[in-house]
């Protein structure tokens, strides 16, 4: 079966147009991509809708199915398609799941509605789908009581794990220098820089000698966390991001030990890359780590709140921790679960319509 199917992403930068390209780059199906620039998330949450509508109207071939992002108001584009169409929608975060940010009502709500409007949710990863629907169930608990409904949101719900491109990584064999600590991650507040940057001056008390890669987006918020790491460990630091898709490769390529203190985290892209490439994980035992790493490597992760000690003995003992398979979220092997699930929505669709089979 070869389905035409439209993907709408309001948001294409960073790791959702990673997904987006991996979509389509691995997928048998016809992808169609809709997109905007990654700029302006809340008005793309607030009213991209009938864009959107406007673009699918105007395809020469109407999508047999729509793959619509989180960023995206999915009640009010399946009112204004104005035809049935069998509708997924992908949640790569939940607004009101980010740490810091207080309880966002409104997007809590425009969330839940979307995800009542839908076919299926799929989340990208059990963490997030059960922050998630603790968020709509708060949401409900929260609204006036004569207008609270019983909802099945958790049948529609499933656990659909973003694919990565893992064709670049080799086998490597360890060196004897310095261990090399990559941050992968956008210098953002809730990634917790001054937590990273505390434990580097762990690591300098203790004598222990280790090597940088600075990685991640620049972000205002984080930035003066960045350039206080760089100058205070200027003759340790290898290279200060961002770069380029390439060249960010090499240097996974040269990483020992990734590490996280962040705050949340709804999959983990990055990290998952890292690991690949070769990197041990010095992660926390929360958030979606857990499964990332699988129970083969759980052991592995640090108890949530001592990130500078579990660091510490990282770099001291390096070798004492095993390579971690993530070869499960290569496109290669996920794409076959996304393309069987989206054939068995529009399969299930035209059976609850009583609608013909039509070529495709």
Known sequence: ????????????????????????????????????EDRAWRWRLRASA??????????IEAPQVIVVSGLVDAAALRALVGIRIPMVLYMHESQSGYPGHG?????????WVSMLTVDEVWFNSDYHRLVALEAHRRLQ????????????L?????????????????????????????????????????AFEAALDRLVDAHLDFRLVLAGAERPAGDDCRRRIARRHVDRVLAVGPFQVEEYRRWLQRGDLVVSCTDH??????????????SRPVLPDDFSYPEIVGPAGAHQLYPRGSFGSALEAAVRNRRDSSAIDVSDFDWRTRIEEYDS?????VLTSRADTGAPDAAV
């Open 341 to 345: 699930l989206l054939e068995y929505l």
């Open 50 to 59: 009938p864009w959107f509508a406007q673009r699918i109207r105007e395809l």
């Open 141 to 152: 608990r929260a609204m006036p009581a004569e207008q609270r409904v019983a909802t099945s």
């Open 154 to 194: 958790e049948q529609k719900c499933r656990v659909v794990y973003p694919g990565v491109d893992l064709s670049w990584t080799r086998p490597r064999s360890g060196h004897d220098g310095p261990p090399v600590i990559v941050w992968p991650h956008r210098w953002d507040n809730d990634k917790n820089p001054a």
């Open 1 to 36: 079966m070869n389905l035409r199917c439209a993907v709408i992403e309001p948001w294409l930068g960073g790791s959702h147009a990673a997904w987006v390209g991996g979509l389509v780059a691995h997928s048998r199906h016809r992808i169609t991509v809709i997109g905007l």
């Open 103 to 111: 309880w966002d009502v409104e997007n809590a709500a425009r969330n």
């Open 265 to 278: 985290e709804f999959f983990g892209i990055a990290v998952v890359e890292a690991l690949a490439a070769g």
